[in-house]
Each structure stands twice: as structure tokens, then as C-alpha cells.
């Protein structure tokens, strides 16, 4: 059973980088699309990046295109978030979630399991 976790979260000062991480302790994301996702306080869950089960195909929001970069490692069942010239706007909680059917998705319905969300907040 796939088991998210995320990390890497924190207070980043604007231009500033962080990297998310996601840990599968289930062990079996690897075989599975997964994505990130972003809740800003007071709105609704939005797509941030996805990325296939072999890692050759990915998806970003127009939002972060260019500064964001998604990636995986299977042998260690462990997807990434690269966040790069951070925006105050980018403040959020992150989710990351494996996707069990399908290609490549951007809509959180199309997820079957989720983590419990990291922190990051970005100071102008």
C-alpha cells in the first residue's frame, strides 16, 4: 500500500529555493504517476507538477513552469520537488500523490493517495 510523506518544507525568503521531497514507505509508488499539489490558505487544492512512473514524462502549471522541476528516484521510491525563484504567491501547503490508474493527471480527484501536506512559506 503506497504511504506518502512529505518534507522539506519551511520559511524561504523570496528568489529563494527548496526542495520537497516525497518517501513512499509503502515501497510500491514507484510503478505509479505522482504529483504535487499546492492548498494557499483560504483556497482550494491546485495542481503544481506531475511526472510518470518511469520519469520520462512530466506536467507543470503554467504558474511554475520554469522554475519548478519534479523528479523521481524508483530505487529509492522517492519523488522531488525542485522549487527555484520562490514567490511570495507560492505560499502553500504541498502534497504530494500517487496516482494508481491512469497517465499523467492534473486534477486531485484523479489521485487515490495523498500525504499529509508540508508547509512552505515564502517572505517578500
Known amino acids: 500500500q503506497v504511504q506518502l510523506v512529505e518534507s522539506g518544507g519551511g520559511l524561504v525568503q523570496a528568489g529563494n529555493s527548496l526542495r520537497l521531497s516525497c518517501a513512499d514507505s509503502g515501497r510500491t509508488s514507484s510503478r505509479y504517476a505522482m504529483g504535487w499539489f499546492r492548498q494557499p490558505p483560504g483556497k482550494e487544492r491546485e495542481f503544481v507538477a506531475v511526472?510518470?512512473?518511469?520519469?520520462?514524462?512530466?506536467n507543470y502549471a503554467d504558474s511554475v513552469k520554469g522554475r519548478f522541476t519534479i523528479s523521481r528516484d524508483n530505487a529509492k521510491n522517492t519523488v522531488y520537488l525542485q522549487m527555484n525563484s520562490l514567490k511570495p504567491e507560492d505560499t502553500a501547503v504541498y502534497y504530494c500523490?500517487?496516482?494508481?490508474?491512469?497517465?499523467?493527471?492534473?486534477?486531485?480527484?484523479?489521485?487515490?493517495?495523498w500525504g499529509q501536506g508540508t508547509q512552505v512559506a515564502v517572505s517578500s
Open positions: 500523490a500517487a496516482r494508481i490508474r491512469g497517465f499523467i493527471g492534473t486534477m486531485p480527484s484523479e489521485y487515490d493517495y
Open positions: 511526472i510518470s512512473w518511469s520519469g520520462f514524462s512530466t
